[in-house]
T-cell receptor, first 114, second 112 residues
């Protein structure tokens, strides 16, 4: 069964600093991978996706993620944090075949300090 | 282009009652999935519908059931509500050509 581990339930960075949110997956074959952001009392917004094309994926709001098969990782980064980036971030995997279900990690709450 | 919409926004029910949640998929999307998100947790997959047929189910009991209509909108029905059913219920739709899912704002269900 596929699973996702997000290291760090809470990450705090200063405004303008590098954001790094970690995600490792477990799957017998490389899956599709996604990062979603959730603002308070809202649904999930797709930030970016990896679907077996380029390993470095660029998303919205200046975020990007790199798929590393050897490390089974898909970490999310942003060079310079903005106050508006404060939110909950979820990494998710989906199998290449079969139902398009998403398996989510537990989430990482990102706090931005002024 | 209209995104995924869900109704109602909030709902309060009593244990043992039944509830129906509704979802309209994004234009052009023919697959709808439902997720349950408990407080402080990641969303958990309930089931998925493709062309009005269930196309995968998560680890949820049969009292969780669903429907998809010809216009690709969907309903989630939960019978015999339990206190642990209190959660945010998220609907997501996806296009025929892609694997990404686009989420609605959710329905907050409280069971007392």
């Amino acid at each position: 069964a596929q699973s996702v581990t997000q290291l760090g339930s809470h990450v705090s960075v200063s405004e303008g600093a590098l954001v790094l949110l970690r995600c490792n997956y477990s799957s017998s074959v490389p899956p599709y991978l996604f990062w979603y952001v959730q603002y308070p009392n809202q649904g999930l917004q797709l930030l970016l996706k990896y679907t077996s094309a380029a390993t470095l994926v660029k998303g919205i709001n200046g975020f990007e993620a790199e798929f590393k098969k050897s490390e089974t990782s898909f970490h999310l980064t942003k060079p310079s944090a903005h106050m508006s980036d404060a939110a909950e971030y979820f990494c998710a995997v989906s199998p290449v075949q079969g139902a398009q279900k998403l398996v989510f990690g537990q989430g990482t709450r990102l706090t931005i300090n002024p | 282009e209209t995104g995924v919409t869900q109704s109602p926004t909030h709902l309060i029910k009593t244990r043992g009652q039944q509830v129906t949640l509704r979802c309209s998929s994004q234009s052009g999307h023919n697959t709808v999935s439902w997720y349950q998100q408990a407080l402080g947790q990641g969303p958990q997959f309930i089931f998925q519908y493709y062309r009005e047929e269930e196309n995968g189910r998560g680890n949820f009991p049969p009292r969780f059931s669903g429907l998809q209509f010809p216009n690709y909108s969907s309903e989630l029905n939960v019978n015999a509500l339990e206190l642990d059913d209190s959660a945010l219920y998220l609907c997501a739709s996806s296009p025929a050509s892609g694997r990404e899912q686009y989420f609605g704002p959710g329905t907050r269900l409280t069971v007392t």
